[in-house]
């Protein structure tokens, strides 16, 4: 077999067959196949696409690379949950003890902001001492005694995708349906997911801007599920505007706490419990949805899951006090209302420009390995359709430093459309896809 010739075969709109496939990947990983003859694959799969099967046998192929998570002899069914990203997107921190406190077990490896959205193991820290490089023993130590983990990823999962994704943020072939759903779904194969249950996210805050590319993204990824023995639902959820109300990371983690004591803004609770309700059908706690969606309602309510999450902080060495009193989280030194320029109804709060502004402030990075600051971000105090009167606050900008303030403020000014007309509420989700 020969690279050239499974290049032209792509590039011709021809499938691929798997052994055409593992010999790509297995060849471009152990480095015989080169970056030029990979970033030429990429492109062709880019512009003429893969099918299913395809695209599942390149998932496979790639979760094959590197290690990969048996949890079959610790848990009964390892059911996951993975976000494609999005602004004030704080939910693995609130659902998976929630979902814990209906007791159903979760192993879950997060990742860090990157750009605009922001990253789950970056809000876990601002809690001081807890630990989010857990080792592989560790990691299956704590799923079996505790029967949840929130950590980074401890062991090389899929390391041909590692390298393939840096390859395809250089080369124009990051946006391609199939490889970033091979992407997303190789590292929950090798991390041992059974069941997943995956939030979709569209809007200008989200990686997939169309709805109609969200849906594609989703039903290809539910495909590879089910081509590949794994029970995988997707919801498509809205990120046109933040979720919830706090943008910054340990804004995020404070909100977090406040939606388990059952204070969380009503958008992030509804969201919660959708997510929470799927995971809990999946991984067979509950026989139906209205079940599970009293179950999670339930671990809201009685303090359940905050218990668990007062449990997961300290089995990884983090201070629970900062629990009890999330007022001890870092706070920034400013903190400035934004007001609103005139009376209307909000027809837009710009997701994707409220993610870069809590970026500039220090929130997020812009390359792998830049310092954040845990304490800034922004308070989005209005929703789309929601009815305001001039100068009632609409923002909190909350910085590190006064010459921040004046172009958060801008950019938060241009983030949010104000008009006359009544504007309809933006639904939480689009839809399902099982
Ligand atoms: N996330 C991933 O893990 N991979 C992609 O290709 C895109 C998003």
Not at 72 to 80: L, R
Not at 339 to 368: C, I
Request: charged fraction near 25%; hydrophobic fraction near 45%; aromatic fraction near 4%.
């Amino acid at each position: 077999m020969r690279a050239v010739d499974i290049i032209i075969k792509k590039r011709d709109g021809l499938a691929l067959s798997k052994a055409e496939i593992e010999f790509f990947v297995n060849g471009y990983t152990r480095g015989d196949i080169p970056d030029y003859q990979a970033s030429a694959w990429a492109m062709a799969v880019l512009l003429q696409g893969m099918d299913a099967e395809e695209t599942t046998n390149l998932t496979l192929a790639m979760a094959a690379t590197g290690d990969t998570l048996d949890l079959s002899s610790v848990v009964d069914i390892a059911v996951d949950k993975h976000s494609s990203g999005g602004v004030g997107d704080k939910t693995s921190i609130a659902v998976v003890p929630m979902v814990r406190a209906c007791g159903l077990p979760v192993g879950k490896m997060s990742g860090r902001g990157l750009g605009f959205s922001g990253g789950t193991l970056d809000k876990l820290e601002s809690i001081p001492g807890f630990r989010t490089n857990l080792t592989k023993d560790e990691f299956l130590a704590q799923l079996k005694s505790l029967g949840m983990v929130l950590t980074g990823q401890s062991v090389d999962l899929a390391p041909a995708d590692g390298k393939l994704y840096a390859l395809r943020d250089v080369t124009g072939t990051v946006p391609s349906i199939p490889l970033i759903a091979s992407s997303i779904m190789s590292k929950k194969i090798a991390a041992g997911a059974q069941a997943i249950v995956l939030d979709v996210k569209t809007g200008n805050g989200a990686f997939m801007e169309t709805l109609e590319d969200a849906r594609r993204l989703a039903t290809l990824m539910v495909s590879i599920g089910e081509l590949s023995g794994r029970n995988v639902v997707a919801l498509l959820s809205d990120m046109n505007q933040p979720l919830g109300v706090e943008v910054g990371n340990a804004l995020e983690m404070k909100e977090a706490i406040l939606t388990l004591r059952g204070e969380g803004p009503e958008d992030f609770v509804a969201h919660c419990l959708e997510v929470a309700s799927e995971m809990l059908v999946l991984g067979k706690r509950a026989g139906s949805k209205a079940e599970a969606r009293a179950m999670a309602e339930d671990a809201l309510a009685n303090g359940g899951g905050l218990e668990y999450l007062r449990k997961l902080i300290e089995a990884q060495g983090g201070d629970v006090s900062y629990i009890d009193h999330p007022e001890k989280l870092p706070v920034a030194p400013l903190r400035v209302n934004v007001e609103a320029p005139r009376a209307g109804y909000v027809a837009e709060v710009h997701a994707r420009t409220v993610g870069e502004t809590a970026v500039g402030l220090g929130a997020g990075r812009m390359k792998k390995g830049d310092p954040i600051d845990p304490a800034v971000g922004i308070s989005v105090l209005v929703k789309v359709g929601q009815a305001v009167e001039a100068g009632r606050p609409i923002f909190v900008i909350h910085a590190r430093k006064a010459e921040d303030v004046e172009p958060a403020r801008q950019a938060l000014l241009e983030a949010v459309r104000i008009g006359d007309e009544p504007v309809e509420p933006l639904p939480l989700f689009y839809g399902l896809i099982e």
